[in-house]
C-alpha cells in the first residue's frame, strides 16, 4: 500500500477509535503565540507567531473550558519542528494527541496498545507475526539502567555522578561554557550527558524489543509532568524496535510551578544563543483544570514506518489529511 494511501485510511481510523471512546475533537490553529515549553525544542517561526510543535496547549485550554461530562479530548494535527531532516526527523509530521481525565500516566500504556492493536485489526500488516503486540515489555528508566549498566541511578542525582558515568563509559559531551544560574546549569549538562548516554548505551538494546513502554524519567527531561515523592517525572515514552513513537505524562497542575518552569527553561535557550519561548499565560492559568489528567502524544508516520515497514519518513512528505 503506497504510503499515503497508508496515511489517510490510519487517519480515518484513528479518529473512530478515539470517538468511539469518548474523546471529542478539536481543531486548534496553526499560527500560535507561544509553541513549546521544553527547552530543546525548536519550533518555525512565521513573522511573530509560530507553527506549532505539537497541539498540547491548545488542547490542554480546550479541555479546561469543557463541560465536566467530556472524558477525554484529542487532535490529528500538523506539527512543526526545526529539526535536521533524516530518515526518522522531517519538519513537518503528524501527531496524534489525546487527553483523558482521571487516569494515571501509568494506564496510558494499555490505551496506546489498544490503539495499535485496532489499527492493525483495520489494516492488517504483512510484515508482523501474529504476536507483535503481545510482546511488551514495561520498564523504569532507573531498571534499565541498572539492567544494562549495572548502575543505581537516581531521579536527583548530582551533576558530578553524571559525569563519572560518561566518563566511564568513554561518552564526551561538547558542552559549551553557558553563562546561566549555576543550579539551571546543572540540569542542563545533566540533560546532555544523560541524553547522549541513553542514545548510545541505553537505546540500542530497546531495539530486540517489538515494543517497549519506558517509565518515569528524571526531573530534567520532565516536559510538563507531575513529579513523584521520589523525584521522577510521571513520564512513559513507547518505543517500538527502539525508536520512540510516543510520549505521555501526568500533567503538572501548579500555576506557579509550570511558570517558574518555563522561566527556568527559558534562561537555558538564551544561555544557548536561542530565542526564548513566550509563556502562554492561559496553559499557566487553567492548570488547575489538569489535575488528574494524563496524556500521550504519538508521532502518526513513525508508528506507521515500524508496522509496516517504511524505510524513511520522507515517504510521507507529499500525503495531506
Same mark, same amino acid.
Given at each position: 500500500m503506497h504510503p499515503q494511501s497508508l496515511k489517510q485510511?490510519?487517519?480515518?481510523?484513528?479518529?473512530?477509535?478515539?470517538?468511539? #471512546?469518548?474523546?471529542?475533537? #478539536?481543531?486548534?490553529?496553526?499560527?500560535?503565540?507561544?509553541?513549546?515549553?521544553?527547552?530543546?525544542?525548536?519550533?518555525?517561526?512565521?513573522?511573530?507567531?509560530?507553527?506549532?510543535?505539537?497541539?498540547?496547549?491548545?488542547?490542554?485550554?480546550?479541555?479546561?473550558?469543557?463541560?465536566?461530562?467530556?472524558?477525554?479530548?484529542?487532535?490529528?494535527?500538523?506539527?512543526?519542528?526545526?529539526?535536521?531532516?533524516?530518515?526518522?526527523?522531517?519538519?513537518?509530521?503528524?501527531m496524534i494527541e489525546w487527553y483523558k481525565k482521571n487516569i494515571k500516566y501509568t494506564e496510558l500504556p494499555d490505551f496506546l496498545t489498544l490503539i495499535i492493536n485496532y489499527l492493525l485489526e483495520k489494516i492488517p500488516s504483512e510484515n508482523l507475526a501474529a504476536n507483535f503486540t503481545k510482546n511488551i515489555h514495561h520498564i523504569s528508566i532507573k531498571d534499565l539502567f541498572k539492567s544494562i549498566l549495572k548502575i543505581n541511578l537516581q531521579a536527583n542525582w548530582p551533576l558530578k555522578e553524571y559525569e563519572k558515568l560518561a566518563q566511564k563509559n568513554n561518552i564526551h559531551c561538547k558542552i559549551s561554557n553557558l553563562d546561566i544560574d549555576s543550579l539551571i546549569k546543572n540540569e542542563y549538562l545533566k540533560s546532555e550527558i544523560f541524553t547522549v548516554i541513553f542514545d548510545n548505551l541505553i537505546q540500542p538494546h530497546l531495539k530486540e524489543m517489538n515494543i517497549c513502554y519506558v517509565y518515569d524519567f528524571p526531573p530534567f527531561l520532565r516536559g510538563m509532568a507531575e513529579l513523584s515523592d521520589t523525584g521522577w517525572a510521571k513520564r512513559v515514552e513507547c518505543?517500538?524496535?527502539?525508536?520512540?513513537?510516543?510520549?505521555?505524562?501526568?500533567?503538572?497542575?501548579?500555576?506557579?510551578?509550570?511558570?517558574?518552569?518555563?522561566? #527556568?527553561?527559558?534562561?537555558i535557550r538564551k544561555a544557548m544563543g536561542k530565542e526564548i519561548h513566550p509563556l502562554d499565560e492561559m496553559v499557566i492559568e487553567t492548570a488547575p483544570k489538569m489535575k488528574n489528567v494524563s496524556g500521550m502524544a504519538l508521532g502518526l508516520e513513525r508508528l506507521l514506518m515500524k508496522l509496516y515497514t517504511i524505510n524513511s519518513i520522507q515517504f510521507f512528505k507529499h500525503s495531506s489529511f
Open positions: 485510511q490510519s487517519i480515518r481510523n484513528l479518529r473512530r477509535f478515539l470517538e468511539e #471512546n469518548e474523546f471529542l475533537e #478539536n481543531f486548534s490553529n496553526l499560527l500560535v503565540t507561544s509553541a513549546a515549553i521544553e527547552p530543546y525544542i525548536d519550533p518555525l517561526k512565521v513573522n511573530n507567531y509560530y507553527l506549532p510543535t505539537s497541539p498540547e496547549f491548545a488542547l490542554k485550554k480546550a479541555l479546561a473550558f469543557e463541560p465536566m461530562d467530556v472524558k477525554g479530548i484529542y487532535e490529528i494535527a500538523h506539527a512543526f519542528r526545526d529539526d535536521p531532516v533524516s530518515s526518522y526527523h522531517s519538519k513537518e509530521f503528524t518505543f517500538i524496535e527502539g525508536l520512540e513513537i510516543a510520549s505521555g505524562y501526568q500533567e503538572m497542575s501548579d500555576p506557579k510551578e509550570i511558570q517558574n518552569l518555563w522561566e #527556568n527553561n527559558n534562561l
